[in-house]
């Protein structure tokens, strides 16, 4: 245990004198977090100005016209102005005067209830940004679960033997109506069923991305030992060869948990960033930088140098990332993408705080914890036995 | 005299390559043994299983009367490496690199500064000391390599030709520092494939080519397993083997090999017999640009023995 503590100060030493690790640990993700705060601003931020038109009149048209638009305006993220006629609604939006229109076009609820295909017409203005992003989003979530309800009526009226009565008509529109809050705004900047707010998420997002990078320096540090001549005097030492191991192992997990606290304080501090209860956060943080270390270390014992290693680390700490919505939020859809997505540390720790967030107790953690632990495990395992066999 | 270095029959393969192929010899106390032989002759895989940084596929090394191998902690502590390549942290400073690796030999703080004060005279590093090891000449970082291996007082220091890519001056400064530890009483075991550096340095020398030793002695041992020869070298403007090959039609030759664009001989009575070796070579209508008789050196029994020349 001496021999690595040894080697680890050593270890810490040259590392507080490398400014660039400074820069990934801290400065980066905390410039990065201010910068998309401002490309993804929060719901609360978020001012949607838009206008319906409502060409149908029939019942379906009315659940969007008068179910689905006004809760949004009572949430406070739809300031909802009248408009002539399609045409007018063009103008203004061609003007710039309104983010977007809906248009609901005449025969809507008839396609709905014939089971045909229904479009909901979305105009947006050209510098709406994601405004205008929401906007396509209101009349997506509404139409599929349009789509939804379609079919469960369509398997009603398969089951009765005929075609649906007006009244089935009337209680698929008043079901409509009463899902008014399937659409949720902060599904659309943040994503899934998260409870962070934007500045959390991204904080917690790009702590989670760089971590890996300043973890993958130090598990590869025998490589770069070897590289510069140093190992074989390591070896010649009378510690034993696991000391070596030890040693560089402890340093990469400090620099890993300080970085990620600093982060977590400094997001909290600064930017207003809420990552859940600080025991809860320190479980996730602990698991992550344990399984950054496994992957990284994994990954670079398929390298020869520390250029390629470095190279390695790089491709698979980005594709993790991003499939773990460590920038934006992925939606799952396709197996391959879920399949990359339960396999990214990012994606469970993200999912772990937003359910301590939402819950506040710290058992919300345990299932992400222990996702994220097993990561660690299956990749830190192989990568010892294979670093040891390089030091044999 | 006491005996500090023992390897019995050291054999090491790489896959289907022979690197080392049943190696013996000892160093005592005080004594400065070389392992002559070109690039890839066996040398730094040898004193890789020396230092523990390689098992033996078969045999034994002992150090201080202790079997090394890659665990062995007691036998390492008695061993100080300077490894070929310069093998330091150029982000720390002298005193800091010093005091790293002698932390790893346990040196109990007190005596950890005090060495490290010592090494830094030794090598001429006192007044740099708190720079960078990174801003260091060439040189000096040469020595600091040489200084961290002397650091724990070993009882034998393993050089890995530590003076390929030094200037003349840095090298001439090594040289005399190997030459005073042997004096103070450290066995070294010196790897080189300069001829001048084992003659200067070495008790004895080895000369090791393609994982086999072979031969050992003094300097005076192997330059007369030639026997009392002399050496003649005849540079030639033609065909050097056509050359070779028509003194090699004289009798009483002890060898003739072709060096470059030279006929490389040894015979007895040089001065006599040199004008029918010039008169051989001229009947074949190659011109001789140049005539040399000497005593032969390290150089020529590596010749004589492996066929090629050193630097091969």
Same mark, same amino acid.
């Given at each position: ?100 229109? @809906? ?159 600093? +982060? ?10 809420? @990552? ?13 930088? +344990? ?43 396709? @197996? ?16 772990? +705080? ?39 | ?31 400065? %043994? ?54 330091? %942290? ?14 790893? %030999? ?29 801003? %260091? ?18 009882e034998l220091l393993i050089l890995d030709e530590p003076t390929v890519g030094v200037d003349p001056q840095s090298r001439n400064a090594i040289l005399e520092s190997v030459e005073s530890l042997a004096t103070d009483g450290l066995a070294v075991l010196y790897t080189t494939h300069y001829m001048e550096e084992a003659e200067r340095l070495c008790d004895r020398i080895a000369i090791v080519d393609k994982g086999r030793m072979a031969a050992e002695g003094t300097r005076r041992e192997l330059v007369a397993t030639i026997g009392e020869q002399d050496l003649v070298r005849l540079d030639v403007a033609g065909d050097a083997p056509q050359a070779a090959a028509a003194i090699r039609q004289l009798d009483d030759l002890g060898s003739v090999d072709v060096e470059d664009q030279a006929v490389v001989c040894l015979l007895d009575g040089a001065a006599q017999r040199l004008p029918r070796l010039l008169g051989a070579v001229a009947e074949i209508g190659v011109a001789v640009m140049g005539v040399e008789v000497r005593e032969p050196d390290l150089e020529d029994v590596f010749l004589h023995l492996t066929g090629a020349a050193l630097r091969d």
């Open positions: 245990m001496r021999a690595a503590l040894t080697i680890l100060g050593k270890d810490l030493r040259l590392r507080s004198r490398d400014r660039s690790m400074l820069l990934f640990a801290v400065v980066v993700p905390l410039g990065l977090t201010v910068l998309f705060s401002f490309v993804f601003p929060d719901t609360e931020d978020l001012e949607l100005t838009a206008g319906v038109v409502d060409e149908d009149g029939g019942e379906v048209a009315s659940a969007f016209v008068d179910g689905v638009l006004p809760a949004l305006v009572d949430d406070g993220l739809l300031t909802l102005v009248d408009v002539d006629d399609a045409k007018d609604a063009r103008r203004q939006v061609e003007d710039g005067e309104l983010d977007a229109t @809906w248009i609901v076009p005449e025969g809507f609820s008839g396609a709905v209830a014939a089971g045909e295909t229904a479009e909901l017409e979305v105009l947006v203005a050209a510098g709406a940004g994601i405004a205008g992003e929401v906007a396509r989003g209101v009349a997506d979530g509404f139409v599929t679960e349009l789509e939804q309800i379609t079919l469960a009526v369509a398997v009603d009226a398969q089951a009765r033997g005929g075609a649906p009565s007006p009244e089935r008509i009337e209680a698929l529109a008043a079901a409509s109506q009463q899902r008014s809050d399937v659409i949720a705004v902060e599904d659309l900047v943040t994503g899934g069923e998260d409870q962070l707010d934007n500045i959390s998420y991204l904080a917690a997002g790009m702590a989670s991305f760089f971590v890996f990078f300043v973890v993958g320096t130090g598990v590869i540090g025998m490589l770069e030992e070897r590289s510069q001549g140093t190992m074989p005097r390591l070896l010649a030492a009378p510690i034993p060869p696991g000391a070596i191991q030890l040693g560089k192992s402890l340093g990469s997990l400090i620099v890993g948990l300080a970085s990620m606290a600093v +982060l977590a304080v400094a997001s909290s501090l600064l930017l207003g960033a809420d @990552w859940g209860h600080p025991a809860g956060v320190a479980m996730l943080i602990s698991a992550l930088v +344990l399984a950054a270390m496994g992957v990284m270390a994994l990954v670079g014992t398929f390298a020869r140098t520390v250029e390629q290693a470095e190279n390695f680390q790089s491709i698979v700490a980005i594709i993790l990332g991003l499939f773990g919505g460590a920038f934006f939020p992925i939606p799952g859809e396709g @197996w391959l993408i879920e399949v990359a997505t339960a396999a990214s540390p990012h994606g469970w720790f993200l999912q772990g +705080l937003s359910e301590l967030v939402a819950s506040g107790e710290l058992a919300a953690v345990l299932p992400a914890t222990v996702a994220i632990l097993v990561v660690a495990v299956v990749t830190a395992v192989p990568a010892v036995v294979l670093q040891r066999r390089g030091l044999a | 005299m006491t005996q500090v270095l023992r390897c019995d029959h050291l054999w090491k393969a790489f896959g289907d390559l022979q690197a080392v192929a049943d190696i013996s010899f000892t160093i005592d106390r005080g004594e400065t %043994y070389g392992l002559l032989g070109p690039n890839g002759a066996g040398k730094t895989t040898s004193i890789s299983m020396v230092a523990g940084l390689l098992p033996p596929d078969a045999g034994e090394v002992f150090v201080a009367g202790e079997r090394m191998h890659p665990r062995a902690t007691t036998a390492k502590a008695a061993v100080g490496l300077v490894p070929q390549e310069v093998a330091i %942290y150029p982000d720390l400073s002298a005193r800091e690199n010093l005091r790293f690796f002698g932390r790893l %030999y346990a040196l109990p703080q007190k005596e950890l500064d005090a060495r490290i004060d010592a090494v830094l005279e030794v090598i001429g590093l006192t007044d740099r000391a708190s720079d960078r090891a990174g801003e %260091y000449s060439g040189g000096m970082k040469r020595r600091l390599n040489i200084g961290i291996g002397l650091l724990h007082e070993p």
